[in-house]
């Protein structure tokens, strides 16, 4: 089992910055337990929707359209942590973030629809004023 705690949301005018930690605690991370991870958002009365996702290697992303270019995703192996770095955030971009993750064999994994994951985190706030 593998559990995921988020934390970095709060609240920021137009234009600035965050930068999203998912904390991942339980099942080691090696290279015998590779897991996948991602990001998603939703925002009040919408659907979950994907934001971000990296592979177990790094060298696979992927962003949904609406974040390219703001945001990146990485990740620390070593200390089982993912980030999300959102620069020049918009109202938009309000919602709560959540992280995910998937046990995989194939170190360049990753996926972008919810049903892929297996765990996930329990959300933080992130609220963009304008």
């Known amino acids: 089992q593998v559990q995921l705690v988020e934390s970095g949301g709060g609240l920021v005018q137009a234009g600035g910055s965050l930068r999203l930690s998912c904390a991942a605690s339980g099942r080691t991370f090696s290279t015998n337990s590779m897991y996948a991870m991602g990001w998603f958002r939703q925002a009040p009365g919408k659907e979950r929707e994907f934001v971000a996702a990296?592979?177990?290697?790094?060298?696979?992303?992927d962003y949904a359209d609406s974040v390219k270019g703001r945001f990146t995703i990485s990740r620390d192996n070593a200390m089982s942590t993912m980030y999300l770095q959102m620069n020049r955030l918009q109202p938009e971009d309000t919602a709560v973030y959540s992280c995910?993750?998937?046990?995989?064999?194939?170190?360049?994994?990753?996926?972008?629809?919810?049903?892929?994951?297996?765990?996930w985190g329990q959300g933080t706030q992130v609220t963009v004023s304008s």
């Open positions: 995910a993750a998937v046990r995989t064999r194939i170190p360049d994994y990753f996926g972008f629809r919810a049903s892929e994951y297996d765990y």
């Open positions: 990296v592979s177990w290697s790094g060298s696979s992303t």
